[in-house]
């Protein structure tokens, strides 16, 4: 099976493709008799993409592998690892149509969305090997401020650990891919069963790098298997992007490995708070498009919009219509819908459960969110939209992390009122304020999540925002080239002429 198979299936959706194997070692590795996983659909029908077969060994293996290839890769120079980059990059272009191809198929990324994703993989590429002689002074810059004449250097942290996610499984590996090969840190790649086609997809642009063996390695799981390969105290450094509750028994059972850095996302709560300045059409483009992208599955996808109590009326009369004529169909047809579906069954139903919460609860539902189109087998929900009076993060809805094309309005008085509702979560990645930018700029202050839109939605241009989320939705920390950070740890090295001369007056006898 090579990459242009894979294209000839997904184009002629004679499915499943078949299963290569695990990339490890710089080989292809099976284990017939392990676990079938099950998970690569096509949300659209329902078709399995692809079987794969994992089991506990394939994971120890990659991560002996990966382990082992440890030495060779950080002692070579970081032009020699960013060729290597260069060459994915490279690679990757060459099999653009592969890679949106399966981003509609396995994602359920409608067209537009995942040529979106593409550009934005590529131009975080870009960006990095365009500034390679300013990469590792972007990261030891802050050390500096420590003053003195010291030097800075940074260490890699070892071998580290990423699960690929179904919402975003090519940005998650070229982000990944970026540091690690910066760094100098081997990875082990775990795509989720829902990614299970990228990942093999990602083995194949891998095979062809030339990398020391062992130096990125693609071992097929699932959640539970990836919580099991963190028991092995190797892994330095854990990227996982899911549920909270993953995300809280990740940190729970492993937070005696004292040693190991952690970049755990779960799903935000995220806000647009529209300024009575704003154009009523620009403020419902953006604010949907946060909520329909990726069908709301994706960590900064809009839950809640807050709008002035004198626009509410036109605000709802305008976004209605706009729902209702939302093109919502397959993504592996030659249509150009603006959403495609939810990625399993299991979500429809857990949506169709918040529209049962939402109807108790809200004020008014201009849109009532329902299962879409039944008979296409495929996974498809319209959007909902609700509208509350009043504010109230106690419940058990309005508090809730969704993933879902749902939404709820909410009218206030004084933008400062709407400010300090939005920021009540812990679970926020991105704020997006709309209106006149003279006006807007004075309320970056009050805003405490750690990503602020300006006139642009919740979702971004780009698939991840420059920080990750709020308190335990992520910490704070560094995305995208950021995460070099954590794959690695300043080593401050100091000689000193005065401070030597201090020495030398110490008033010992020999």
């Known amino acids: 099976m090579t990459l242009d198979t894979i294209q000839q299936v997904l184009e002629s959706k004679q499915y499943p493709a078949d299963f290569k194997g695990h990339w490890i070692g710089g080989e292809w590795v099976n284990d017939r008799r392990g676990q079938d996983l099950s998970g690569s659909l096509n ?104 003053g003195g004449d010291a030097k800075f250097a940074l260490q890699p942290l070892g071998v580290c650990a990423v ?46 790098l030339e990398l020391p063996n062992g130096a990125v390695n693609v071992v097929f799981g699932n959640y539970q298997y990836f919580s099991k390969a963190l028991q092995d105290r190797r892994i330095k450094g854990v990227i996982y992007s899911g549920s909270r509750e993953h995300c809280d028994t990740i940190r729970g059972d492993y937070s005696h490995v004292l040693d190991r850095e952690l970049m755990l996302q779960s799903g935000g709560k995220n806000s647009v708070i529209i300024h009575s300045s704003a154009s009523m059409d620009d403020a419902i483009r953006l604010s949907l498009l946060g909520v329909v992208k990726s069908a709301g599955q994706l960590n900064t996808s ?111 008085e004084e933008m ?28 970056l202050p009050l805003v405490k999540a750690p990503n602020v839109m300006i006139n642009l939605p919740t979702v971004g241009a780009n698939v991840q925002p420059l920080m990750t989320g709020r308190e335990l939705c992520g910490g704070h920390r560094y995305n995208g080239f950021g995460l070099v950070a954590l794959m690695t740890y300043p080593q401050a090295s100091q000689s000193n002429a005065e401070l030597e001369a201090i020495v030398a007056e110490w008033p010992w006898e020999p």
Request: glycine share 4%; with cysteine; hydrophobic share 40%.
């Open 302 to 412: 809009t839950s809640r919009i807050f709008v002035h109590k004198d626009q509410l009326e036109a605000f709802g009369e305008k976004v209605v219509p706009v729902i209702h004529n939302l093109r919502i169909g397959p993504t592996d047809s030659e249509d150009k819908p603006l959403m495609g579906p939810l990625y399993s069954q299991k979500a429809v139903d857990k949506f169709l459960r918040f529209q049962t919460m939402a109807k108790r609860e809200a004020e008014e539902t201009l849109v009532w969110g329902k299962a879409y189109d039944p008979s296409s087998q495929g996974f498809f929900v319209s959007p909902g939209v609700h509208v509350f009076n009043e504010f109230d993060d106690s419940s058990s809805y309005q508090s809730n992390v969704f993933m879902c094309p749902d939404v709820v309005i909410y009218p206030y």
């Open 43 to 146: 949300p659209s029908n329902g078709q399995r993409l692809v079987h794969v077969n994992t089991s506990k060994f394939l994971v120890e293996q990659a991560i002996d592998a990966a382990h082992q290839s440890f030495s060779e890769l950080s002692s070579l120079s970081l032009d020699q690892r960013l060729e290597f980059l260069e060459k994915f990059r490279q690679v990757t272009v060459d099999y653009r149509d592969l890679l949106v191809l399966a981003l509609r198929h396995e994602a359920g990324k409608p067209l537009w969305e995942a040529e979106q994703d593409f550009n934005s993989a590529i131009r975080q590429l870009n960006q990095v090997l365009e500034k390679r002689d300013q990469l590792i002074e972007s990261i030891v810059t802050p050390y500096r401020l420590q």
């Open 416 to 443: 400062e009122e709407a400010i300090s509702w939005a920021n009540t979560t812990n679970a926020s990645h991105v704020t997006s304020l709309v209106g006149d930018k003279n006006q807007l700029e004075a309320y």
């Open 163 to 208: 699960f690929q996610t179904f919402s975003t499984p090519l940005n998650t590996v070229v982000q990944s891919l970026i540091a690690g090969l910066v760094a100098g840190c081997p990875l082990v790649i775990m795509p989720s069963s829902h990614a299970a086609l990228n990942g093999l997809i990602l083995s194949h642009l891998l095979s062809n």
